[in-house]
């Protein structure tokens, strides 16, 4: 089970952080994903964090945002800076293994930001 935390009112230019937890499993088995759904929008990814430490973002949040997991506490954050208006969205938590068929999803956490 995963658990996304953190969202929130922040002004443009702002910052967040997002934890996401987990239980029930570890998830250094796992590659770890923040993804995104802005109202009326599909669901998109921002950032992925492979089990060897790789990390990807979306180019809309390179620079801006950093993600980063803590094996040990079994805990995955998106640091969220210089945020924009566009960055409006509900975020999502998810951990995949694509050999296993298997994903998981986190309930969302709202991030909305304000002029």
């Known amino acids: 089970q995963l658990q996304a935390s953190g969202g929130g009112l922040v002004q443009a230019g702002g910052s967040l952080r997002l934890p996401c937890a987990a239980s029930?499993?570890?998830?250094?088995?796992?590659?770890m994903g923040w993804y995104r759904q802005a109202s009326g929008k599909r669901r998109e990814l921002v950032s992925q964090v492979t089990r060897a430490g790789t990390t990807n973002y979306a180019d809309s949040v390179k620079g801006r945002f950093t993600i980063s997991k803590d094996d040990a506490k079994n805990m995955v954050y998106l640091q969220m800076n210089s945020l924009k208006l566009v960055d409006t969205a509900v975020y999502y938590c998810?951990?995949?293994?694509?050999?296993?068929?298997?994903?998981?999803w986190g309930q969302g956490t709202l991030v909305t930001v304000s002029s």
């Open positions: 998810n951990a995949e293994r694509l050999e296993w068929g298997a994903s998981y």
């Open positions: 029930g499993s570890t998830l250094k088995f796992y590659t």
